[in-house]
């Protein structure tokens, strides 16, 4: 049995949709207010039901699928009269969402065993741990053990190497440290920042891991993955009864070979890369393999944060579509009311 985890608002909205356009059937049973509601796809309609909720504790690929898609592993060396050698290095694995998903934070800091913290500036939320024993006691032993798997990965070895072989041996207090450090900040994320570059002008970057492209290692990385870079989008043409949905997949182009694997890997959709930008896009958007491929995959390995409510009218929207129901005055404009409140019209 196939599902996807549901708030209670998302499902009341549903059903209030539902209400109004009663073609599509769904059976509500005993909706609580609290616990998630979980959906169950068949070939003619869409069944609802309570069940108790998705366990607390993050699976190791989610963790993992969404570091690749919104982590960071940041080594930060400023000039300091705080220590003698007038330089401070701070290492730091961090994330940075909308203040929407701030949810999935609290729920990534639970799995790190409650180190690090979760603090919120204007419409962000940044999960922080920048504890040099707890990076070293619990962020590495998890991407060690369940590896990246897009070229931050790179950058991922490098910030290991500067904790173990520099900072837990407290080398960064030396200004031959610094130096080593700097060596390793240089071939990460953007390189170096231009006063770093004037005060060690000597210092020779470090040659930046090679990373070969491997493939999806758990349907869990991918849920994670999608959680961050995945989008689900529905699309109407002006008068006209024409609606397209699709989900697009967003990654940097270094990663093209990992996103043109998500073709095989869902068995359906294509990879777009347009010209003169530095993203490319795995994008689906035929009806019949967003049906059979895309939504039963989202039910059994389970995405999390706001994107569950955009999935979940991607879903209904979808099967409006299956019945045909976009092809009438009344079903096209229930398709738009949907539509409406979907991503950046989300309230």
């Not at 073609?23 to 005993?30: A, C, H, M, T």
């Not at 019949?288 to 979940?312: C, E, R, T």
Request: with cysteine.
């Amino acid at each position: 049995m196939y599902t996807v985890g549901l708030d209670v608002a998302t499902a009341n909205r549903g059903l209030a949709i539902l209400d109004l356009f009663p073609s599509l059937v769904i059976k509500p049973r005993n909706i609580k207010k609290s616990g998630t509601i979980l959906y169950h796809p068949t070939r003619r309609y869409l069944q609802s039901t309570v069940v108790p909720s998705l366990p607390s504790r993050l699976d190791p690929f989610f963790v993992t699928g969404f570091t690749d898609a919104e982590g960071s592993f940041i080594l930060s060396i400023n000039k300091s009269t705080r220590y003698k050698v007038g330089w401070s290095v701070v290492a730091c694995y961090q994330i940075v969402l909308n203040i929407k998903d701030v949810d999935i934070l609290y729920r990534i800091q639970e799995y790190f065993e409650g180190v690090g913290s979760v603090t919120i500036s204007k419409d962000r939320a940044i999960y922080m741990v920048n504890g040099h024993s707890d990076l070293i006691k619990v962020i590495l032993p998890h991407f060690d053990a369940v590896p990246l798997i897009t070229k931050k990965q790179a950058d991922y070895i490098l910030f290991r190497k500067a904790l173990l072989d520099f900072i837990q041996d407290k080398k960064h207090l030396t200004l031959k440290g610094v130096e080593g450090l700097v060596a390793i900040r240089a071939s990460m994320n953007l390189g170096l920042k231009e006063n770093l570059k004037k005060a060690f002008s000597s210092v020779v970057p470090l040659a930046r891991p090679i990373i070969i492209s491997r493939s999806v290692p758990h349907g869990m990385w991918m849920a994670g993955f999608v959680s961050g870079e995945g989008s689900f989008f529905v699309h109407a043409r002006p008068n006209t009864t024409k609606i397209t949905i699709f989900i697009k997949i967003t990654q940097h182009k270094r990663d093209l070979e990992l996103l043109k694997s998500f073709v095989e890997y869902f068995g359906c959709g294509r990879v777009y890369e347009p010209q003169n930008e530095e993203v490319s896009y795995y994008i689906c958007e035929k009806l019949s393999d967003i049906l059979d491929n895309i939504i039963p995959y989202f039910y059994k390995y389970p995405i999390q944060g706001v994107k569950v409510q955009n999935l979940a009218d991607f879903v209904l929207i979808a099967n409006l579509m299956k019945d045909k129901a976009h092809l009438t005055e009344e079903g096209y404009k229930k398709i738009l009311s949907i539509k409406e409140g979907m991503n950046r019209g989300r309230k």
